[in-house]
């Protein structure tokens, strides 16, 4: 029989306190909610009344459960008033000392039997429990942000926890319709040692004005289906705390440099700029715990003419290239109401190319997205041959060729022959510099990097890459034309990985070395950044999707071009794809897909 716990004590309204106060007494259990100063408790009151009133005014909850829910709360200044509750839960900031010293206070005050619980990200839970003489029935209760709406808790058990008490947090959670997955004591757990590196390194890009801050968000939204963008994260969590995550992660998880936090982020805290708590962060919001981001100084002009500033004009775009990408993309371009000329090697390849469009417009009609004379008009536009001659009077070049350098380096030069003058000549490149491109032409300040995503009818990114040697007016082009295709352009520096898979792939290869370290499963660790950071897939389901050999390729060129030590390939997907488990395609990946 698991243990009842009737009456709940937390101790820290901020953030997380507040939300863990509202998923205990939405589910029926007492709670008693301490701070430390009358203005903070009127503080962590306001923002549990602001959140169920949201929940009311959305529909989510009847305002007589609201009316009860804030009954079962008690509020009160001081550890004192928790001498009767069954299990406390601390949420206060992430500092070593303070924790240590509410605890040993808490050991004081609460009744022998009562469980003490800490909220925290990534200190050690049994540095936390040796502060109280029942290190055995201390515990990590780790929710996530936004307590009540994230479903993951993870359960962090220490050498001396005791294994009953384990399993009645577990049945805890059940109860309050979470899910748990319990693990061992180390810096960041599953999901925040493989967050915040990624959240650490989009900073560097925002510190190094590599790309935008809104930019950055677009990309891992819109690129990998993330709920919200890493900076935005970084608000809703809190500068601080998240400061403070790291610089623990950084010293007790190997110090690993890509945990050391960035230099902007102190200053920020410094500043006072903490994120949406005190109203500014990287974004600005209506006010401190607003959710609703206003414009700011640093806001781009989202305006037709602002981004059509500089632009030049185009009208007849060139794709050379006769596989997936370029497909694609000669589709998304006729359709937009280019007049496209599409140059493929030879007429049989061009043919072919042709009935690929074709097929892919009129898949668009039968399901009712395309009409046909739509579809007619956009194959009207296009133009199809097998010589390069037919670019000289295109405004845009897109090249889709095969993804070799010295064949990309061919094809530019031949381009820089036959185009007119003020051509845009685009790359879509996914991992070769584009400078390197664009010195094969005479003309580097007219190449950019067209990225885009597959499929690229249907993927709403494109990175915009420019060189050191791109002109303004070229990069103004190139995200003004996205814009007419209906995607948004982010622009960033040309660096391997551009910005999606730079901050992609070194999260999945720590998650290979996670389950390499055999500190949880693939299972547990795809449940946790599904439920803990609303992911849409996992890190492994996301592998054996992508391919496992292409992860490795593109991992390995990280590191190589940046040297980091984090980056190196994990050992797992090397011999992963040496033994040729290479995911979806091979049936056979982190997991078996032989019987799908
Ligand atoms: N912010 C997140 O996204 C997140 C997610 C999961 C876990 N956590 C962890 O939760 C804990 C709290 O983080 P937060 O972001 O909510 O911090 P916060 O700064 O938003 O809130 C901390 C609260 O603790 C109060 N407090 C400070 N000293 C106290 C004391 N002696 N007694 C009672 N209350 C006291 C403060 O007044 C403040 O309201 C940290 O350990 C953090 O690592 C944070």
Redesign the pocket.
């Known amino acids: 029989m698991a243990r009842e716990f009737s009456t709940v004590g937390v101790?820290?309204?901020?953030?997380?306190?507040a939300g863990i106060v509202e998923v205990f007494a939405r589910n029926g259990v007492d709670v008693v909610a301490?701070?430390?100063?009358e203005p903070?408790l009127e503080?962590?009151r306001a923002t549990l009344t602001r959140s169920t009133d949201r929940a009311v005014a959305k529909g989510k909850l009847a305002v007589a459960d609201r009316d009860a829910l804030h009954e079962r709360v008690h509020f009160a200044v001081g550890?004192d008033a928790l001498h009767s509750v069954d299990l406390v839960i601390e949420?206060?900031?992430?500092h070593l000392d303070?924790k240590q010293r509410?605890f040993a206070e808490l050991d004081r005050v609460c009744r022998p039997e009562t469980i003490l619980a800490?909220?925290?990200?990534?200190?050690s839970v049994t540095e936390i429990s040796v502060a109280t003489t029942r290190p055995n029935q201390v515990i990590g209760i780790?929710?996530?942000?936004p307590a009540p709406v994230m479903k993951l808790v993870e359960v962090v058990r220490t050498v001396v926890t005791a294994p009953e008490v384990v399993a009645d947090v577990e049945a805890l959670c059940t109860r309050l319709g979470k899910v748990d997955v319990t693990i061992n004591d180390r810096a960041g757990f599953i999901a925040n040692a493989l967050l915040f590196g990624y959240l650490n390194h989009a900073v560097a890009m925002v510190e190094s004005h590599y790309a935008a801050r809104e930019d950055i968000d677009a990309a891992m939204k819109l690129g990998c289906g993330l709920p919200m963008g890493p900076l935005a994260l970084m608000d809703?969590?809190?500068l601080?705390?998240a400061y403070?995550?790291l610089d623990t992660m950084y010293r007790r998880g190997g110090r690993d440099r890509r945990h050391a936090p960035v230099p902007l982020l102190k200053q920020m805290v410094t500043a006072g700029l903490l994120g949406r708590?005190s109203g500014r962060g990287f974004y600005t919001y209506e006010r401190p715990g607003s959710p609703v981001v206003v414009p700011d100084e640093a806001t781009p002009l989202a305006t037709d003419a602002a981004l059509a500033d500089g632009a030049r004009a185009i009208a007849k775009v060139g794709v050379v290239g006769s596989g997936t990408m370029a497909t694609g993309i000669v589709e998304v371009f006729a359709k937009a109401g280019y007049e496209v000329v599409s140059v493929a090697r030879g007429q049989e390849k061009s043919a072919t190319l042709r009935e690929a469009v074709r097929t892919s417009l009129n898949k668009g009609v039968v399901r009712g997205r395309l009409a046909e004379a739509d579809r007619d008009a956009a194959l009207g536009r296009i133009s199809w041959s097998a010589t390069l001659d037919r670019l000289a009077d295109v405004d845009l070049v897109v090249e889709a060729v095969v993804e070799e350098l010295s064949v990309k380096k061919a094809l530019f030069a031949s381009l820089d022959e036959i185009c007119k003058p003020g051509v845009v000549l685009a790359t879509t490149t996914s991992s070769l510099p584009v400078i390197d491109v664009a010195m094969a032409s005479h003309r580097p300040a007219d190449v950019v990097g067209l990225h885009f995503f597959n499929p690229a009818p249907v993927m709403p990114l494109v990175e915009v890459v420019r060189t050191i040697r791109t002109s303004p007016e070229a990069t103004a082009t190139a995200r003004a034309v996205c814009a007419t295709l209906g995607k948004t352009g982010v622009v960033c520096g040309d660096r391997s990985g551009f910005i999606v898979n730079a901050l992609l792939f070194p999260y999945l290869n720590d998650a290979v070395k996670m389950l390499e370290a055999s500190y949880s499963t693939a299972d547990d660790i795809d449940h946790a950044m599904k439920l803990g950071c609303g992911y849409p897939m996992g890190p492994f389901e996301l592998l054996d999707v992508v391919g496992l050999d292409v992860a490795l390729a593109i991992q390995r060129e990280l590191y190589l071009e940046l040297r980091e030590p984090g980056f190196a390939p994990a050992p797992l997907l090397e011999h992963l794809v040496t033994a040729g488990y290479l995911g979806r395609k091979a049936r056979r990946g982190f997991r078996d897909h032989s019987h799908r």
């Open positions: 101790v820290g309204l901020g953030t997380m306190g301490v701070e430390i100063s903070a503080r962590g550890l949420a206060v900031p992430e303070l509410i800490t909220n925290t990200s990534s200190l780790h929710f996530f942000n809703l969590i809190g601080d705390t403070e995550i708590k």
